[in-house]
């Protein structure tokens, strides 16, 4: 029973972790928060559901082209508004990828239609371990986020582009000082975090039902994980979407409907005390 | 509809005035009318009462969470804002008292009201409530209207333009934002409570994430430097372009989001600026000979 709750909750913590990553990643570089992120998600389990239930590709293929698509729509969402909305404040970017967000659900609406769809598993089975029984779908799910974070570890810390994306969330002025692009690093960022947010939605398709809506309880709770993690930050991220998952996963299972206010609770408290999250070392004005 | 999203809006533009902007408007609307409803149906209070009395609750609340909350800025307030909206939701359905996850239902129209030697003025149908709504929008659009001119609004102003600044001239920051904020949510609440006993019944489901951030919209869309005409517009284009779209099928969230996302790149004062824009954009002469007739103004100036 232990054993399972502690499965689940890492299961459930690693989907988290790999939504937030992406936003953190973006708020970090641009300073502001990816509204659409959810509308990511959701396309990019859409393009899992359409090109490999729909037109019988492999699986990682089709995983591999809904992540890259979504990650130029990403970049075609800081090109076209993003990067021009830029100097004019938060309202207007939030009022502008708020319909962005909607655009792309009215979108897949139409062409999908409204009722939840449903992906076949590609890994059946279910494996014991420790006394849990654990599905194998959901441990190459874990397995594949956690290959993932270390890359994304791996890209951020020792190659080029990963580090001109840490110096302009560093500081933006110096690091165009430094001849870094830092419209070629958010756009980068955006690009990269919006490929996380596709990722997990293909990912995860074949576990949950599709839906044009799905997007907005993931995209939540990323908005809570990169809140109390900080914003910008990437352990931070990691760290509470991984135990977020764990307080929901026992929460659930203990206490009911009221782990979703406890939580919500939380998150005013951590803002109350430490508004830059609890690993931030940003302040937004 | 729109006039209570309108006025919602305006509550909503008055904490914008101040430089924050709050993402919990469904909360207080929450709050406004589950007070309302409960009051009429559990005390049995006419509608009349209770109307202002889910202001002041409204008020009072946000006076209570914006002084501590309100110490925040940007986009932090309007994160705990939006999980406060969250919570109280959360509560309602987890509270059996507050009707759960059902909701309450049969909460009474407006009684009527008797006038001496008159005929009694009935609340019953849609049209008497649709009056009502608009008496009550231009009520509170008249306060708005009045109190952003005035000494209060400029006051608001000042601290959204530079707080610093008005402390060191003797406003006190703190105070005036935690005002504005309690009267916005005054005026929500009342919304509130007129959506409770327009509807005649509520569940929490009514008050999620969507209708924060519909009321927000809607003063966005219709520009936010005009605390009258900006939300009502904004207000009523949402509304009508969703409720026509609603009847074509699943065409709504794409135009509804596509328009936001036009209205927002290329209006930045909202749709209330329409006009002005247009006339920047076309290429007319008399704007032209203006500008001209000012450049060898500057010259002059320049060679003298």
């Not at chain 1, 203990?254 to 009221?258: H, I, P």
């Not at chain 2, 936010?224 to 009258?228: F, N």
């Given at each position: 029973m232990l054993a399972q709750s502690i499965f689940n909750s890492l299961a459930l913590g690693m989907s988290y972790v790999l939504m937030s990553c992406g936003l953190t990643l973006v708020f970090g570089v641009a300073l502001l928060i990816n509204w659409p992120h959810g509308a990511l998600y959701m396309l990019g389990a859409y393009g899992v559901y359409y090109v490999y239930a729909g037109l019988g590709v492999n699986y990682f293929l089709a995983l591999l082209i809904s992540i890259t698509l979504v990650g130029a729509l990403g970049m075609l969402i800081e090109k076209v508004i993003n990067y021009p909305l830029g100097q004019t404040g938060l309202l207007r970017i939030m009022g502008a990828s708020l319909g962005a967000m909607w655009f792309l659900e009215g979108l897949v609406l139409i062409a999908f239609g409204e009722e939840d769809k449903k992906v076949p598993t590609v890994f059946p089975g279910k494996m014991n371990l420790f006394g849990a029984v654990l599905p194998v779908d959901r441990a190459v799910v874990m397995i594949i986020a956690f290959v993932i974070m270390f890359a994304l570890y791996y890209v951020l810390q020792k190659t080029k582009e990963g580090k001109s994306i840490r110096a302009v969330a560093q500081d933006r002025v110096y690091a165009s000082l430094q001849g870094i692009s830092v419209r070629r690093s958010r756009l980068l960022s955006m690009g990269i975090g919006c490929g996380l947010a596709g990722l997990a939605g293909g990912l995860l398709a074949p576990i949950y039902y599709v839906n044009p809506f799905m997007g907005a309880m993931p995209m939540l709770k990323a908005i809570i994980v990169v809140t109390v993690g900080g914003m910008g930050s990437i352990s931070g991220s990691v760290i509470v979407g991984l135990a977020l998952g764990f307080v929901e996963g026992f929460g659930y299972a203990?206490?009911?409907?009221?782990t979703t206010v406890i939580i919500f609770t939380l998150l005013i408290v951590v803002l109350l005390i430490r508004p830059q999250g609890l690993l931030g070392r940003l302040s937004v004005e | 509809m729109s006039m209570i999203y309108g006025i919602a809006a305006m509550g909503w533009i008055l904490t914008n005035r101040t430089g924050e902007f709050s993402l919990g408007q469904a909360g207080f609307i929450a709050i406004g009318s589950y007070s309302s409803a409960l009051l009429t149906t559990k005390l049995g209070i006419s509608f009349w009462m209770a109307l202002p009395l889910a202001g002041m609750v409204g008020t009072v609340i946000a006076a209570g969470i914006g002084s501590v909350v309100l110490r925040l800025r940007g986009l932090y307030f309007g994160l705990v804002s939006f999980a406060f909206a969250e919570v109280i939701r959360l509560i309602i359905t987890g509270t059996p008292f507050l009707g759960g996850g059902a909701g309450i239902f049969d909460i009474p129209a407006p009684s009527p009201i008797r006038f001496p030697g008159l005929k009694p003025l009935e609340f019953s149908g849609r049209v008497p409530l649709y009056y009502l709504c608009l008496f009550l929008f231009l009520v509170s659009a008249y306060v708005f209207w009045r109190l952003d001119g005035s000494r209060p609004g400029k006051t608001f102003r000042a601290i959204a333009q530079n707080g610093k600044l008005a402390e060191s001239v003797g406003i006190y920051e703190m105070k005036h934002k935690v005002q504005a904020f309690a009267i916005g949510c005054f005026f929500t609440g009342v919304a509130g409570s007129f959506y409770a006993h327009y509807l005649n019944m509520l569940t929490p489901a009514m008050f999620n994430i969507e209708q924060s951030l519909w009321v927000f919209l809607c003063a966005v869309l219709g520009g936010?430097?005009?605390?009258?005409f900006g939300p009502l517009l904004g207000a009523l284009v949402m509304t009508v372009v969703s409720n026509m779209l609603r009847s074509y099928g699943s065409f709504e969230p794409l135009v509804v989001g596509l328009m936001l996302s036009v209205i927002c790149l290329y209006l930045p004062g909202g749709l209330i600026s329409i006009g002005a824009q247009i006339v920047r954009w076309l290429p007319l002469d008399l704007t032209r000979k203006k500008q001209g007739e000012v450049k060898t103004e500057e010259n002059g100036w320049q060679s003298r």
């Open positions: 203990y206490l009911g409907t009221w | 936010v430097r005009s605390i009258v």
